[in-house]
């Protein structure tokens, strides 16, 4: 029979908090007519080599803008990608820039549009932040900060 160690309770019920806990709420950061809202990425396995990035892009203004890169300390490259289905099968494919049409909001989501943090520099732990660059063809570059947070 298996006895059981504090330390394994005690990184159960850990982990189970971690589950339990709602996302913090991220701030909101502005660019011009820009606004990007909620900016959180999942947590990695210590293994993991790529992570992803969400969050949403409204544009108050009149003219569309474009987000046409990204970067981050935290991983060697940030790219945009988008699943989408074709002939019956999801695929992911990079994409060049995001259109960010006015009075509208743009989702960067999980199963759709997302960040791919390429090459982490470590792994994306419950509660961290890191800075990520978005550069915007009119609005000029934003820094905003990322939580890695859990979410159902």
């Known amino acids: 029979m298996r006895r059981i160690h504090q330390r394994d309770c005690t990184a159960a019920l850990l982990t189970a908090w971690l589950v339990a806990q709602p996302a913090a709420e991220a701030a909101d950061f ?3 007519n820009l606004v990007v809202s909620r900016p959180w990425s999942s947590p990695t396995p210590p293994v993991a080599t790529v992570g992803a990035v969400y969050f949403s892009i ?19 490259r940030v790219e945009i990608h988008e699943n989408r289905r074709a002939q019956g099968m999801m695929r992911m ?24 943090l390429v090459g982490l520099t ?31």
Do not use: Q, Y
């Open 30 to 32: 502005r660019a011009g």
């Open 93 to 116: 494919r990079a994409l060049d820039f995001v259109d960010c049409p006015p009075g509208s909001t743009v989702k960067i989501e999980p199963g759709g549009m997302h960040i791919m």
């Open 58 to 76: 409204s544009n108050t203004g009149s003219k569309t803008d474009r987000l046409t890169a990204l970067s981050s300390p935290a991983a060697r």
């Open 122 to 152: 470590a792994p994306l732990t419950p509660g961290m932040e890191f800075p990520l660059s978005l550069t915007f063809r009119d609005s000029g570059i934003l820094k905003i900060m990322v939580t890695v947070s859990v979410r159902e």
